[in-house]
């Protein structure tokens, strides 16, 4: 049982498998045999080739199995694991301030929001 991290050698023997999970961005570089490739809830599967490079499209697992002894690069995950944590840190800190924004008007918005008829149409 082989185990991903980002920048791994993985090295699997004719009809071996393993599942990586949630590695969208990772390359993947066929660097001796040849791999069969799917992804969760992606109909197409991919043959990679010696010398085949291959970017993760999709969260989820990803399969691999390979049809002969081969050996797989996986690397680049943590420059998509870097920028996902940047944009969440992004995510949080602009929430943050439109919560701060906010809070004064929201015991009005409490108040007058039982005012409101229950089915608003903006337009007829």
Known sequence: MATF????IIDLHAREAITLHDVRGTTLR????TVWLTQE???ADVILRVGDNWVVERQGATVLEAQDDTVVCAVGRHVEAT???ANAARYDD???RLDHLL???AP???RHAANLPRRFVPYY
């Not at 991290?5 to 791994?8: E, H, K």
């Not at 066929?30 to 045999?33: H, M």
């Open 41 to 43: 809830n992606d109909p």
């Open 5 to 8: 991290a980002a920048g791994t």
């Open 94 to 96: 602009w929430r943050a």
């Open 108 to 110: 009005w918005l409490v």
């Open 30 to 33: 066929v660097t001796r045999g």
């Open 83 to 85: 920028r996902e944590a």
């Open 103 to 105: 809070a004064p008007y």
